[in-house]
């Protein structure tokens, strides 16, 4: 793809000062690409995972299904359904489609079958009485009451679709999609984490260029954020989350998810940027980098900040080499947590880590739940290849206003055969600011 030398010779330009006016060629959009191999070969996977015969989706304009756009279908107009099953034959797609969507959505080679609905027919009718002629156990729909990227079927298209297969045993075997909707978002292509990769790269070499423009007592943490804020519009790059939160670049006590205050940077801070970027629309970074501001006299950061920082960057690493297929996301957070406790921090609530893909936080494994075993069934999930997860290593200690101050160095790593891998090198040691 044409996408990775674009993107390298955008870091390498990171690396030197920015030409006020770069000239970006993104190349073309990878989507429809991927998209296609998700679902010629992540969704049968998917399914056959979970023990689905077919998985049906109604799209229409205006009010569209979540995963419309993973389809294909994000330019219904009228009702459109999408099937997906599996017969004697293998694995198949067959999409009804009203008539004037239908030669659009066929050329896009998506599906196996693009079935034109004429005007005044139904399309949800027509799927009904198609499946009735398969032999099916079960047919996955979008309704879901944990997973709102599953639930994305209307009550008056679930009352069409009910009153479609009367008389049909097919409205006994109307199952939830969560489990595979899970499954087949949680899992990225290697070409998906690439992508993911030179998002990362980005992402943190910013952030390193915003702490080069610090003038101690005089920069704000919004000014931070804004220098980021710029690089996102120069580039033409997305947000990974709510631009009211991203970055937030806090160089005060804790202040969890935030926005950046006007708080004056001073020697003697330690500075967390947490920021995230989106490529081609799509796919998202959340990376997390912290400096040090040097006060009068310092050449090294101080002793205590420099346990501080240490335990929680190690508390990264055990977190990292837990991570591997088979094993739940509470084994990870029970991981860096025991290095928590061991090094003295302070109580964190956060989760280690998150899955991460389209959107920061994404479809997988939490890898959190360990100080409450049980509790939290995503944190009961085994991590499985192609994962791509976000994670910290936390050290929490208290300032002297009794508020507290919270080490979460974040990375990126994706899961493979034989356990994880970093998608860009780690920070090894706090970035430092020169106070005078």
Request: aromatic share 8%; with cysteine.
């Amino acid at each position: 793809m044409r996408i990775f030398l674009f993107l390298s010779l955008i870091i390498c330009a990171c690396s030197s000062k920015p030409s006020p006016t770069p000239v970006i060629d993104w190349g073309s959009n990878p989507w429809p690409e991927i998209r296609k191999e998700r679902l010629k070969s992540l969704l049968p996977e998917a399914m056959k995972t979970v023990g689905v015969d077919a998985w049906l989706i109604i799209c229409r304009e205006n009010d569209n299904d979540p995963l419309a756009d993973h389809i294909g279908g994000e330019n219904a107009g009228g009702t459109a359904v999408f099937l997906f099953y599996f017969d004697d034959q293998g694995y198949h797609s067959t999409v009804f489609s009203p008539v004037g969507e239908a030669t659009a959505l066929d050329e896009l080679d998506i599906h196996d079958t693009v079935i034109p609905v004429q005007r005044g027919k139904s399309a949800i009718v027509d799927a009904a009485e198609f499946l009735a002629t398969l032999s099916l156990n079960s047919i996955a729909i979008n309704t879901s009451e944990t997973n709102k990227l599953a639930d994305g079927i209307s009550h008056s298209q679930y009352k069409s679709l009910t009153e479609a297969m009367i008389g049909s045993e097919n409205i006994t075997k109307l199952v939830s999609s969560e489990n595979l909707v899970y499954e087949w978002l949680s899992i990225k292509l290697p070409a998906e984490v690439e992508i993911m990769r030179k998002a990362a790269e980005l992402t943190a070499a910013w952030q390193l260029e915003a702490y080069e423009t610090i003038i101690p007592g005089k920069t704000t943490d919004a000014d931070v954020a804004a220098f980021l804020d710029a690089k996102m519009e120069e580039y033409g790059v997305g947000e990974a989350w709510s631009p009211s939160q991203n970055p937030n670049v806090n160089s005060g006590p804790d202040r969890g998810h935030s926005h950046s205050t006007d708080k004056v940077i001073m020697p003697g801070d330690v500075i967390q940027t947490d920021f995230g970027i989106k490529l081609y629309d799509r796919w998202v970074s959340d990376i997390q980098r912290f400096a040090y501001v040097l006060r009068p006299g310092e050449t090294k950061v101080p002793d205590d900040i420099q346990y501080y920082w240490e335990s929680g960057r190690d508390g990264g690493f055990a977190a990292f080499h837990t991570m591997k297929p088979g094993i739940r996301g509470e084994d990870v957070d029970a991981a860096q947590r025991a290095l928590m406790e061991k090094n003295g921090s302070e109580y964190v609530m956060w989760s280690t880590g998150h899955p991460v893909g389209y959107v920061a936080h994404d479809a997988g494994p939490n890898l959190g739940g360990s100080h409450t075993p049980g509790q939290r069934a995503a944190a009961q999930l085994l991590l499985k290849p192609g994962m791509v997860f976000a994670f910290d290593g936390f050290h929490a200690w208290q300032l002297t206003d009794s508020t507290t101050k919270t080490i979460s160095v974040e990375e990126m790593a994706v899961i493979t055969e034989e356990g994880a891998e970093y998608l860009i090198p780690p920070q090894q040691e706090l970035v430092l600011i020169n106070g005078k």
